[in-house]
């Protein structure tokens, strides 16, 4: 099994970005997809996650109505639309996949990507 996130990069406030995260090896239709991150000095959160290809995703407060979660199941791939991106976004994004289901909690996770740096400065 393996995960690869991309997409990440500098960004000026305000601007958006698009990160992905690329499965194999996995019955993808399985698994829900997540998309933590991680602050230098601070603990990793939740940003998103997608349970199925149905239900309503979650998102974080601090993300939520900046941020959109989608799979496209031909591609194996999960996708993070960020937009109106702040300097506290920054920070190293890691998606990882789990089954039955996923939540909020790390370990609810049993692959996890390598991670995307993002860098939201002026």
């Known amino acids: 099994v393996q995960l690869q996130a991309y997409g990440g990069g500098l960004v000026q406030p305000g601007g958006s970005l698009r990160l992905s995260c690329a499965a194999s090896?996995?019955?993808?239709?399985?698994?829900?997809i997540g998309w933590f991150r991680q602050a230098p000095g601070k603990a990793r959160e939740p940003v998103s996650f997608?349970?199925?290809?149905?239900?309503?995703?979650y998102y974080a407060p601090a993300v939520k109505g900046r941020v959109t979660i989608s799979r496209d199941s031909a591609k194996n791939t999960v996708y993070l639309q960020m937009n109106s991106l702040k300097p506290e976004d920054t920070a190293t994004y890691y998606c990882?996949?789990?089954?039955?289901?996923?939540?909020?909690?790390?370990?609810?996770?049993?692959?996890w990507g390598q991670g995307t740096q993002v860098t939201v400065s002026s």
């Open positions: 990882g996949a789990g089954w039955p289901t996923i939540g909020p909690i790390e370990s609810e996770y049993h692959y």
């Open positions: 090896g996995l019955a993808f239709y399985n698994y829900g």
């Open positions: 997608s349970r199925t290809s149905e239900g309503a995703p």
